[in-house]
């Protein structure tokens, strides 16, 4: 990878640490290390959680056959379908045969979702915008929003009146700059509606910090929206008039929320990226760290883990925004970095873009 000119505060990588760099940078780095190596979790009511169990149990499907999966649908015939990293839409009967269904000819696809159409799913491309996948091949639904380039389209799902609610992470940085959006600490992120009646996009909220996975509650009151930077989910009332545009649904997560999925009996499974807020916050308050993280992006890895060995995560909440039940691998035994959990027939099947395979555990009642 080609390396940017260094900021002008430090002369090399090797000399990060040493006293040439201004006294402010070397102070934020510091800050940071030391917030990273030693990992202060966020204070979060998973403390209070009366489950937290493990993975251990999960049986690997499709090992070998999906890449780099980085989410998971099931539709209602039990039609499991997920995107991988070589641009194939690829889907599991309930036989459990796997099928190479469509090529979109991306290596940027990310949240997916069914809809109430026997084999038409849903697909963001973080470049190509919102996709619609049929038997009759490819369309792009959505690749522009005001006149701009849809940058980091992240996460959709579909009401029942086929209204398509999807998430632009960021409208400033692309997803090769996500770092850049981290360290700003400004909302980039914003909630878009597609109406396919009228083939319109119009704005449902903006100011999202990392708008990330979307949901719908079992009545089609509210959405539920995770901004990943902030710890947080917020919750969007469509059909109670006289409330503010959001709400917040649950905060103090155990990491960055990624994508949300609706559980059968109401609640909402939520994929953790384990993250440190406490380097998050050294980071942001660094003005030197745009330029350094420019530099040097791989610097980022230390506050985001998202490796082999990363630390996978996934916790239910309640309708009402409860924490109810937390599974965790802290040490990636049996898999790491979990980017979307979907339940379906007490089984929770789950995705990760560093896997080979969709993960399925068998859940345990509490």
């Known amino acids: 990878m080609a390396k940017r000119n260094p900021p002008t505060t430090c002369k090399t ?17 510091l800050a940071f290390a030391l917030q990273t190596f030693f990992f202060l979790s966020p204070v979060s009511s998973a403390t209070f959680v009366p489950t937290n169990s493990s993975f251990k149990g999960m049986i690997k499907l499709g090992e070998g056959i999906v890449n780099h999966p980085e989410d998971v649908s099931v539709d209602g015939n039990g039609v499991l379908y997920t995107a991988t990293g070589d641009g194939w839409i690829k889907r599991m009967h309930p036989n459990g045969t ?64 086929g209204s398509l609610y999807f998430t632009v992470s960021s409208t400033k940085f692309t997803p090769a700059e996500y770092y850049l959006d981290l360290v700003s600490g400004e909302p980039h992120g914003v909630l878009l509606k597609y109406d396919p009646s009228t083939n319109q996009t119009s704005l449902v909220l903006d100011g999202l910090y990392f708008a990330n ?4 509650s079992e009545d089609e009151r509210f959405l539920v929206v995770c901004e990943s930077w902030k710890f947080r989910c917020l919750k969007h009332f469509l059909k109670v008039s006289g409330r503010t545009d ?12 990624d994508n949300v999925n609706l559980a059968r009996d109401g609640s909402f499974w939520i994929s953790i990226i384990k993250m440190d807020p406490k380097g998050i916050q050294a980071l942001q308050s660094c003005k030197e760290s745009t330029q350094l993280l420019e530099a040097y992006p791989e610097l980022i890895e230390l506050l985001i883990r998202m490796g082999k060995q990363a630390a996978a995560a996934v916790v239910n909440v309640k309708a009402d925004g409860r924490l109810n039940r937390e599974i965790s691998d802290p040490n990636a035994t049996d898999i790491s970095f979990v980017t979307s959990a979907q339940g379906h027939d007490n089984n929770l099947y789950l995705a990760s873009i560093n896997s080979d395979f969709i993960g399925k555990l068998p859940l345990r009642p509490l």
């Open 13 to 29: 990588v090797s000399e990060l640490w040493v006293p040439e760099c201004s006294g402010f940078l070397l102070g934020c780095l």
């Open 213 to 216: 996975g979307v949901a719908l």
């Open 246 to 257: 959001r709400e917040i649904f649950i905060d103090n997560l155990p990491g960055g929320p």
């Open 98 to 161: 796997w099928e190479d269904w469509q090529q979109v000819g991306s290596q940027s696809l990310l949240g997916i979702t069914t809809t109430k159409e026997n084999n038409v799913i849903i697909v963001c491309d973080s470049q190509q915008g919102l996709l619609k996948v049929s038997e009759e091949g490819v369309t792009v639904l959505v690749s522009q929003f005001n006149g701009s380039q849809l940058r980091f389209a992240n996460d959709v799902i579909e009401a029942s009146d």
